[in-house]
């Protein structure tokens, strides 16, 4: 008895520098690839917004009131009769900025707080732990909305409640690493050889937590742009008349038994961008750190 | 048992106690005077004073902490001037349209995704394996928001199959205005309840006991339903007390775009009202929920396996 | 092939010329190369060797457990006269728990931790067509049979409450509460201390022979196997080196490695000494076709033969075969 063997043929193995070898790796997962194609349009759609556009986007009646698309609209009109493409080409640029600036923010912030709670006396740690916690187990709507009520609706306001979110995750697993590399032995060899907090800092903590967090981060873009878009679709958001996904979304909500349009032009927008960065970021993660998400 | 109970409930009481003072820091931390906002420009010195007493705000702060502390123990969330009504009524009168929006949202989510999850562990790497984890992950992903107002327009405004808003008065008019809703918020759960079950119940299935069942002949299926599931199934259960945040935050959207009654549309307007002490009282009830949901789902979790159950 | 001429209807468990690989990252391994033995109806049959000589994953493919990445490629596995290999998967799946059995080595996770020694034994039971009580009043005569003091109260107990020892006689317990006609064991003694080993291997041999089944004894323990089994394979890198009678083999050893595996056995060395015995080098690796004699690298006695041609099997005595061509040679010599 013979069984052809087809399945179980040797892998081909990997050769060139690392950069190449994640090209590879990368392009052999199809949803990554695709996640990758809209985020490139998603970018570059924000950068070159203003040459893309075909109106103003801002400008009232540059056309009838909540038209159907034509030529001259390509998707139509809103209840102010602005130009819906043009503002939805726009709108890309609010979501991205909220969730560069925060992201970035809360790493910083997390970075240090993580620190801290690993470097620091054992009552910080505790008490900072609970911090994170209490912060976490809150549902970040509510929490947002508690902290829109004392700052008033802005972009600002979201950008600092998306931060202060997305922070307690970053920093604990600044705090885990921390933790790890403290108790080794060769840091406390090193330490014995007169070397600062500084330089172990920057030498033995950072590169070991950087890589995590990047892809932390990088799968955290679509929930806060989810964020950003759930918000200003609520109005605690932008402030009209800036164009904004959630904003369009909200327009269209309130027109939605006259016409489905500006329905579409503010949710598909939000939907290619949240499975493009989701995309993306799994395929990232499942490249460099599999077990990521179960040590959490 | 007890002694774990205890230790839960002085951490809820701790992060009550954090979430709270936070607020009133922040309150007072904020620029502006919450009277005023209430009252509105034309607002007279004496009528800002009155209302401040009426609050509680000329009082210094720790004094205001410490008898919002002492109401709570009442029962009492504080007073809303608005409506001239007890806060506590406001959200109690509320909170039972979100929790059972909630509650059917997970509970249908759960029925199709524990299944699910199980036939894509058994038919793992298959094409339709495949196809599910591409589509799990973007029902996950798209914001719970999005699908309410696209299954809005497509299931009550377009095709009237559904209705579009409120929660409905005898019992069969309240589930079928739960429908669209609870789609909106389950429909990512199914998502990734489906993921859960599938990565656990395939850690399992690769377990000795396992391969010790199959060796007596056991069915596939029986295996994954009698042996393997009561396992795999614990991390869910986890999930699911921790994702109540999660719910309550979709709750918020949801019942604001099919215009339901419940806690979430409740502090939206109390938000744009500038109304501090409704917030604050929705905060605090949903800070008890999420508290209670967590604890709840560990001792299920320690219940559910008989190695923990013992020392409970 | 072996022995085709003589294929006794005795036999329980016929393997002939099975070939296994696993696929890896790395290329193929080819785990199990050319092996056939015959496990007579009513006998204990222990297979003999190193980590990675593929005797466990023997044991798997005679049960059909074998992980996704495994793939027999030649062979077959006669069991009462039918191919294994070539039935459907439902049909060998009703052999299980009803014509076979098998006990596994870590008998600290072979039972489900929240399910009841009880309804694991239940379960087991599904071929039987008897009420729900007479299966219950099978396992606790089982029980009692593999000595669980008061199983009337302690078949409702999950398996956390029982030592490894204790576990293990509940695991031979439901092998054998289906009695089965062919027991595969592997390494079951292996995770349990030495007293306890002793212990078991006589539970084994006593139920054994009340029963009347077979049973197929994976160990790399040379006393346990000298102690249970009627015959000896050992096996080498895959490949079956040298098989006999437990006599045979513990008296009058053919293979280098036999020998060698004899001498580093602790429980057989009679003069007092500084240094455990022990055999130099390590298993080859599997990847790829090697031609020559697999053990050689590590033999003391091989000559350039061993390089050039693969040994076939030569016949010592009436019993006893071994593939080694020192025997080639010694007959030559006698010749």
């Known amino acids: ?181 403290r108790s080794s032995e060769y840091i406390a060899a090193e330490r014995s050889m007169g070397a600062g907090t500084t330089r172990i800092l920057a030498v033995h903590i950072l590169p070991n937590v950087l890589g995590p967090l990047m892809i932390l981060v990088s799968m955290d873009v679509p929930a806060v742009i989810a964020v950003e878009a759930g918000l200003s679709f609520l109005g605690m958001g932008v402030r009209p008349p800036t164009p904004d996904w959630g904003a369009i979304l909200n327009d269209g909500y309130n027109y939605i038994d006259r016409t489905p349009w500006l329905v579409i032009a503010g949710g598909i927008p939000i939907v290619l961008a949240t499975l493009g960065f989701t995309f993306l970021g799994e395929a990232l993660r499942d490249i460099f750190d599999p077990k990521l998400r179960k040590d959490l | ?264 549309a409740l502090i939206v307007s109390a938000v744009n009202t500038r109304n501090y002490p409704i917030v604050m009282g929705v905060v605090l009830v949903t800070t008890f929920l999420i508290v209670t949901a967590t604890t709840l789902s560990d001792v299920a979790n320690a219940f559910l396996d008989p190695r923990t159950r013992e020392k409970l | ?42 006998q204990v049959v222990g297979i003999v060797g190193e980590s990675g000589s593929g005797k466990s994953t023997l044991a798997y493919t005679v049960m059909g457990l074998l992980p996704d990445n495994a793939e027999v490629t030649a062979g077959s596995i006669l069991f009462e006269g039918k191919d294994l290999l070539k039935m459907r998967a439902p049909a060998r799946r009703s052999l299980l728990g009803d014509r076979l059995s098998m006990i596994f080595q870590d008998p600290m996770t072979a039972l489900n931790p929240v399910r009841t020694i009880g309804s694991h034994m239940i379960d087991i039971q599904h071929h039987e067509q008897v009420s729900r009580g007479e299966k219950r009043a099978r396992a606790l005569e089982m029980l009692h049979r593999v000595g669980i003091p008061d199983p009337e109260s302690r078949v409702g107990a999950y398996p956390h409450h029982f030592s490894g020892g204790m576990r293990q006689r509940v695991c031979i317990a439901m092998a054998l509460l289906v009695k089965p006609a062919l027991l595969v064991a592997d390494e079951p003694t292996t995770a349990l201390d030495a007293t306890l080993e002793v212990q078991i291997i006589h539970l084994l041999k006593q139920l054994q022979k009340e029963i009347g089944c077979s049973i197929l004894f994976v160990s790399h323990h040379l006393g346990a196997v000298a102690e249970l089994c009627d015959r000896v394979v050992i096996m080498y890198a895959g490949e079956v080196v040298e098989e006999g009678s437990v006599r045979d083999i513990f008296h009058n050893p053919a293979h280098p490695y036999t020998r060698a595996l004899l001498e580093c056995d602790p429980g057989r060395i009679k003069k007092s000494t500084r240094t455990l015995p022990s055999i130099p080098g390590e298993v080859p690796s599997l990847l790829g076709t090697k031609l020559g004699c697999i053990f050689r690298s590590r033999c003391p006695q091989a000559f350039d033969r061993c390089v050039q041609e693969n040994p076939v099997e030569h016949r010592i005595g009436l019993d006893q075969v071994a593939r080694c061509h020192l025997l080639d040679e010694k007959r030559l010599v006698s010749a």
């Open chain 1, 1 to 181: 008895m013979v069984i052809v063997s087809s399945r179980l043929g040797p892998n081909d193995a990997a050769e060139a520098g690392p950069f190449g070898a994640f090209l590879r790796q990368f392009r052999k997962n199809r949803v990554g690839v695709v996640g990758a194609v809209l985020v490139i349009l998603i970018v570059a759609s924000a950068i070159f917004a203003p040459f893309v556009v075909t109106h103003d986007p801002t400008r009232i009646m540059v056309g009838p009131r909540l038209a159907p698309p034509s030529l001259d609209f390509i998707l139509g009109t809103d209840q102010l009769g602005r130009d819906t493409f043009s503002r939805a080409i726009m709108g890309s640029r609010i979501p991205l900025l909220a969730a560069s600036v925060s992201l970035s923010s809360a790493l910083a912030v997390g970075l240090v707080l993580g620190l801290i709670a690993g470097f620091g006396p054992r009552w910080l740690d505790n008490l900072l732990l609970l911090v994170f916690d209490t912060i976490r187990s809150f549902p970040s709507i509510i929490f947002a909305l508690a902290m829109i009520a004392l700052l008033g609706p802005s972009l600002a306001s979201v950008i600092l409640v998306i931060a202060t979110t997305s922070m307690p995750i970053y920093a604990r697993v600044v705090r885990t690493q921390t933790e790890a590399q």
């Open chain 2, 1 to 264: 048992m007890w002694l774990y109970l205890g230790k839960r409930i002085v951490l809820a009481i701790a992060i009550i106690a954090i979430a709270v003072t936070l607020l009133f820091l922040m309150i007072r931390a904020v620029p502006g005077d919450p009277a005023a906002v209430l009252l509105g420009p034309r607002a007279t010195l004496e009528m800002k004073a009155q209302l401040h007493q009426q609050m509680g705000l000329d009082k210094p702060l720790v004094v205001q902490i410490v008898a919002f502390f002492g109401g709570l123990l009442h029962g009492d969330l504080g007073f809303d001037v608005f409506s001239q009504r007890p806060v506590a009524d406001i959200v109690f009168e509320q909170l039972p349209y979100t929790i059972e929006l909630i509650l059917v949202s997970i509970f249908w989510a759960v029925m199709i995704a524990v299944p699910l999850g199980c036939y894509l562990a058994i038919r793992r790497n298959s094409l339709v394996d495949q196809v599910a984890s591409v589509v799990t992950v973007a029902t996950i992903a798209i914001p719970s928001f999005v699908v309410a107002v696209y299954v809005l327009l497509i299931f009550a405004v377009t095709l009237r199959w559904l209705p579009a808003i409120g929660a409905g008065n005898n019992f069969r008019d309240v589930l079928i205005h739960l429908i669209l809703p609870a789609f909106a918020i389950g429909i990512g759960w199914v998502g990734y309840i489906s993921r859960l079950v599938r990565a656990s119940m395939l850690e399992i299935l690769g377990e000795n006991h396992v391969r010790m069942a199959r060796s007596f002949g056991l069915s596939e299926w029986r295996i994954v339903a009698r042996y393997a599931l009561p396992l795999a199934i614990l991390p869910t259960v986890t999930i699911i007390g921790v994702g109540i945040a999660w719910l309550l935050s979709s709750a918020v959207f949801v019942e604001v775009v099919f215009a339901r009654p419940g806690i979430g």
């Open chain 3, 1 to 42: 092939m072996r022995r085709d001429d003589s294929v006794s209807p005795r036999s329980v468990l016929e393997i002939r010329g099975l070939n296994l690989d696993f696929g890896t990252p790395r290329g193929r391994v080819h785990a199990l190369r050319n092996v056939s033995f015959d496990l007579p109806a009513g």
